[in-house]
Structure formats: structure tokens, C-alpha cells
């Protein structure tokens, strides 16, 4: 645990992985803030819209049509209001394919993410293992060589068609597997790579659960997304 680790190349990928996603997610999080604050402004441009608009037919009539220059740009300023309401609109609309698109790149990143994490840990778990087995105390292979002479001798297990080297195998795996577990976890903060890999599949908050599963639903949304673009560039070129 304590022997110096160098960084193996998959721990190098998840560590790019992990990066890009959170990336990623940080877009996605911009565009839906941008969403928000455009609704946001969306709304008191309709209200401004709404007002100005009540004022201006007022003083209209009050003025039996007489436009001054004080009402002329009142009828400008509500003009305005209604024309950066419809601006938000179509804006919004594009935000929302956005947002989308985002959530579909944060889907394949979240799936390179726990796909390297489980390379990494698998990877830093295997090394470990074989460095055990080459560095088995003899005391341990000593004992597990007259265990196999006492099962022998004395067998654990009933049974003719037994095997005693499965029968210690299973015996000596068991016994150091409970072992192992009984260890508190904190001993696996010993290895620096492995605090940085983590015990744990990556959680990845705010990923579309039922989009992240599906390749079918992320293939019909990407085509989704594809022909609803088209239609607002064909909108924006009339």
C-alpha cells in the first residue's frame, strides 16, 4: 500500500475524462442559468410591453390623436417592449435546443467518465493484486502447505469425490477475504492514486438518467434537435 505509485496511463485517462465531463456539466449549467435570466427578462418586457401600451391607448384618445412628440416616442418604446419580448422568444427557443445538445454531451462524457473510472480502479486493482501474490509471506504459504497435509489427514469437508486443494482454496480465500473486510476503510487512503480514482462509481448529478441509459432515446433526440434547428434557420432567413 505504501510502495511509491506511478500514474498508469489509465488513471491519465480518467483523469481527462473527469475533467472533460465536468466541463461539460458547467455549459450545461450556464445555458439553463441562461435560460432563467432570458424568461426572466422575457417577462418584464411583456409586462413593460403590456404597460406601455395601456398608457400610450390612453393618452391617445385623450389627446384625440394629436401625436406629439412626447407620444411618438411612447409609441416607439412600446413597439420596442413588444418586438424585445419576440426577440426573447426566438432566442429561447434556440436555448432550450441548447440546452439539449448540452445535456447529450454530457451524457457521452459521463459515459467515458465512468467508463475510465472503472478501467482506472480495475487497472490500480489488479497491480495490487499481483504485487501481493509475488510478495506472499512464507509463514502464510507454510501454513497453507500443512493445511493441505491436514485436510489430508483430516478432512473438513464430507464427502469421497472431495478435492482438498479446492477445499483449502476455498478455506484460505474465505478466511482472508473476512479478514480483509473486517480492515477499516481508512486504510485504503494509504494509496494516493487510489484516493484519487475513488472507491465508487463517479455520480453524475443533473445527467438525464433515462436519456444516459437509452441510445435509442439519445438518437431520436439528436435527430430531434437536428430538424428543429433547420426550422428556425429556415424562419430566421424570411
Known amino acids: 500500500m505504501t510502495t511509491p505509485e506511478q500514474k498508469p496511463a ?12 465536468t ?3 458547467k455549459a450545461y449549467n450556464g445555458i439553463c442559468a441562461d435560460i432563467v435570466r432570458c424568461e426572466r427578462e422575457q417577462q418584464t418586457a411583456i409586462q413593460a410591453g ?7 391607448r390612453t393618452r391617445f384618445r385623450n389627446l384625440r390623436g394629436n401625436l406629439t412628440d412626447e407620444l411618438r416616442a411612447e409609441h416607439s418604446q412600446r413597439i420596442a417592449s413588444r418586438e424585445l419580448a419576440d426577440e426573447f422568444g426566438e432566442l429561447l427557443k ?3 435546443l441548447d440546452k439539449q445538445e448540452a445535456m447529450l454531451k454530457c451524457c457521452g462524457s ?17 497491480v495490487h493484486w499481483q504485487s501481493a501474490l509475488r510478495n506472499v509471506s512464507p509463514s502464510l504459504l507454510w501454513a497453507i502447505k500443512l493445511r493441505l497435509r491436514r485436510e489430508g489427514l483430516s478432512p473438513t469437508f464430507a464427502g469421497e469425490d472431495r478435492d482438498r486443494i ?8 474465505e478466511a482472508l477475504t473476512r479478514a ?5 476503510d481508512s486504510v485504503l487512503k494509504e494509496a494516493p492514486l487510489l484516493e484519487n480514482i475513488g472507491l ?10 433515462e436519456l444516459y441509459t437509452s441510445p435509442l432515446r439519445r438518437q431520436k433526440l439528436a435527430e430531434s434537435i437536428r430538424a428543429q434547428r433547420a426550422k428556425l434557420q429556415e424562419g430566421s432567413q424570411k
Open 10 to 21: 489509465s488513471l491519465e485517462c480518467f483523469e481527462k475524462a473527469r475533467t472533460e465531463h
Open 200 to 209: 465508487h462509481r463517479p455520480a453524475l448529478t443533473g445527467i438525464d438518467m
Open 166 to 173: 479446492n477445499d483449502v482454496a476455498y478455506l484460505v480465500g
Open 94 to 96: 434556440e436555448l432550450a
Open 180 to 184: 480483509a473486510v473486517a480492515l477499516p
Open 50 to 56: 403590456k404597460e406601455a401600451e395601456s398608457n400610450w
Open 110 to 126: 459521463g459515459k467515458e467518465y465512468v467508463e475510465s473510472h472503472r478501467k482506472a480502479f480495475t487497472g490500480f486493482a489488479d
Open 23 to 25: 466541463e461539460r456539466m
